[in-house]
């Protein structure tokens, strides 16, 4: 049996497979659709019943590359791209939801994720319970009911930089026969494979670390193609009971492994349709081509960003899981032993006011929406992404009022402290 290829080798190896005389770099095939020469074959590939292209909005060759790259770096069976991360939850988690269904959601998830899951999909009927991902065993199954299908975490939650127990979200989730999703985004691949902990199904926004330049919004649903599906038809009856929308097929039957994601693609993103473009995939594979260099210059520089603000007077805290000080330093050893990420959150002295003040005067980090790519930047979640959180729904998603997040980027390390020690001094 050959010896699979290192995530380095894969980062670069993986996906697109020239043939002779074909081109090096992944093409961008940038069309809408695809010619057959009868109208049988056309026929076949609509009833599912033969691979190929019809319609950019499902599938892509180029997109489909990009999916295979990720889906060998995660260590699953099957991969999709979406056209964000936040569709990539929606998806991740309607495939298996319908009215009346039930979710199980950390309340530390990003912000965004939240106001889907609690306020948008509620609309939809799919209730949710949050929990406390640091709560005990005991307590986080009490949060089950009967109509529950999956649970949702974070690995690294965004901006509260909470490491999740994953073997212990895992153990409650396939207690209550549902899935454990987790979004590696802040992680990645190239430090965390929650499937090997547990995790049934992986999603990401690959806006941030994946592409790693701030250039193409874009997600990711990764499947382990652990869960088995058809032990609980009750459950999961989209997956286990016929589709009459492609002449009764019955996805787990007929797809075995791949049944989440081909339900999926042949479904959801049929029906909804956010699709990633070909163009944003191609930028996508061009970041991947380098995460497995940029991951550690992320982490080292982040670690001497963070013990600089921890040693530093006017800072009231740092919460950085690569940090011995941090609660969740052994949970980063366990998971992550070769770095988390560049994300690090601390609180001024003087609260809100001074954070203000101090992100006004830095230079080279800039405030901007995004996190997690090659510039330093940093972010007042509170005043911006989470806005819409009174203070104690701050407090309860693990986000203090006065939290600054400083995305350290792959620059100098010096010079990113230098930055950080003239804004600190106009306070």
């Not at 073997?167 to 409650?172: L, S, T, V």
């Not at 163009?279 to 260099?293: R, S, W």
Request: proline share 4%; glycine share 8%; charged share 20%.
């Amino acid at each position: 049996m050959k010896k699979p290829y290192a995530k380095e080798t894969i980062c670069i190896q993986s996906g697109w497979k020239p043939g002779n005389g074909e081109p090096r770099v992944l093409p961008i095939y940038q069309t809408t659709t695809y010619k057959y020469d009868t109208s049988e074959q056309m026929g076949r590939l609509f009833d599912l019943e033969e691979d190929g292209y019809f319609y950019t909005r499902l599938q892509n060759p180029t997109n489909d590359c990009v999916a295979q790259k990720i889906c060998e770096l995660e260590g699953g069976v099957a991969a999709m791209l979406t056209s964000s991360g936040q569709a990539a939850n929606y998806y991740a988690v309607f495939n298996i939801c319908e009215a009346g269904s039930h979710v199980v959601l950390s309340s530390t998830v990003y912000g965004g994720t939240f106001n889907l899951i609690a306020v948008t999909m509620k609309k939809m009927g799919i209730s949710c319970t949050i929990v406390d991902p640091d709560a005990d065993y005991e307590t986080l199954c009490q949060a089950f009911q009967e109509n529950t299908r999956c649970v949702l975490a974070e690995t690294i939650a965004n901006p509260a930089l909470v490491v999740l127990d994953i073997e212990k979200f895992a153990k409650a989730a396939h207690a209550h026969q549902v899935p454990l999703i987790v979004d590696n985004t802040f992680a990645t691949p190239i430090n965390c494979n929650p499937f090997k902990w547990g995790a049934d199904i992986v999603t990401h926004s690959t806006t941030k670390y994946m592409d790693g330049h701030a250039m193409c919004v874009g997600g990711a649903i990764v499947d382990s193609g652990n869960f088995d599906w058809s032990l609980y038809p009750e459950k999961f009856p989209g997956l286990c009971e016929p589709d009459d929308s492609y002449h009764g097929i019955i996805y787990a039957e007929k797809f075995g492994k791949e049944a989440y994601i081909r339900k999926a693609t042949v479904q959801l993103m049929r029906d909804l349709g956010s699709i990633q473009s070909p163009q944003n995939a191609f930028l996508l594979n061009v970041g991947l081509e380098t995460l497995h260099l940029r991951m550690p210059r992320h982490c080292e520089n982040a670690m001497k960003v963070a013990s600089f603000l921890e040693n530093h007077e006017k800072v009231a805290w740092v919460n950085y899981p690569g940090l011995k000080s941090s609660k969740y330093y052994e949970l980063a050893c366990k998971y992550m032993p070769n770095g988390t990420c560049g994300v690090i959150s601390f609180g001024l002295k003087g609260g809100r006011h001074a954070a203000q003040i101090m992100m006004d005067k830095l230079e080279l980090a800039a405030i901007v929406t995004h996190v997690a790519d090659a510039r330093t930047c940093v972010l007042h979640p509170a005043s911006h992404t989470h806005r819409q959180m009174n203070d104690e729904q701050l407090k309860e998603a693990g986000v203090n009022p006065d939290l600054i997040r400083f995305s350290v980027g792959i620059e100098n390390a010096e010079d990113i402290i230098a930055d950080l020690e003239q804004a600190l001094a106009a306070i």
